[in-house]
């Protein structure tokens, strides 16, 4: 293993939730006045903190999104996440093989540790996150693009940040890596690789990333 630590995103790397918050928070979105297709929700808003969508709506409208938007969005999401949430295709694999290895790993995630967690526990990946290994954009205050995330996870796990490699696929997220001074490897499922291309290596298939780590 090339890494002494590998940090996973959650969203869309982990757990398969991009296809579901965006289509919600679009929907959302619209429903107060702000119209927003899913297409605009990924290209604005994945892979970002909730601060991000309030920055944005107030910057592109002048208008404030209301005080309670964040209660009510994520009630809707963990509500469609116990219906539909899935784990990402291969995800498992890399977990299992991670951890029969002996390999650090942990998720340093925009979302809030509620969010990470009812995902977790809805897709069994529960078993392999305690909460030692679980970091999010609220221990910090701020999310990505800035590098603070990945570098408070890197200095929990004890591990130097040239030593961490993070597996991304936002924009934002592979942004924040790069400014962490971590390697970074793309996850292109539902981000276009030209949109990653600050990634030191990109992959489409979740099952291939084992194996791509340890060349």
Do not use: W
Not at 92 to 107: F, H, I, N, P, Q
Not at 130 to 156: H, N
């Amino acid at each position: 293993m090339r890494y002494d630590l590998v940090i996973f995103d959650n969203d869309g790397v982990l757990v398969d939730s991009e296809p579901i918050s965006n289509r919600l928070l679009a929907g959302y979105l619209t429903e107060l006045g702000h119209p927003t297709s899913y297409e605009e929700s990924l290209r604005d808003y994945m892979g970002s903190a909730m601060h991000r969508v309030h920055d944005i709506v107030l910057e592109r409208t002048g208008r404030r999104l209301p005080e309670d938007f964040d209660d009510v969005f994520h009630g809707r999401v963990f509500a469609a996440f116990e219906r539909e949430l899935e784990p990402v295709p291969g995800a498992v694999g890399v977990l299992e093989k991670l951890a029969a290895d002996g390999v650090a790993y942990c998720v340093a995630s925009s979302g809030s540790h509620e969010r990470i967690r009812v995902g977790h526990r809805k897709t069994g990946l529960d078993r392999f996150f305690d909460d030692g290994r679980i970091f999010s954009s609220q221990d910090v205050g701020k999310g990505k693009p800035a590098p603070d995330l990945f570098l408070y996870a890197a200095e929990r796990m004890g591990v130097p940040p040239g030593r961490c490699v993070v597996v991304e696929d936002s924009p934002l997220g592979v942004e924040a890596a790069v400014a962490a001074g971590m390697d970074v490897y793309g996850f292109t499922a539902m981000t276009p690789a030209s949109r990653l291309a600050g990634a030191g290596r990109l992959f489409g298939d979740m099952a291939e990333l084992a194996d791509l780590l340890a060349d």
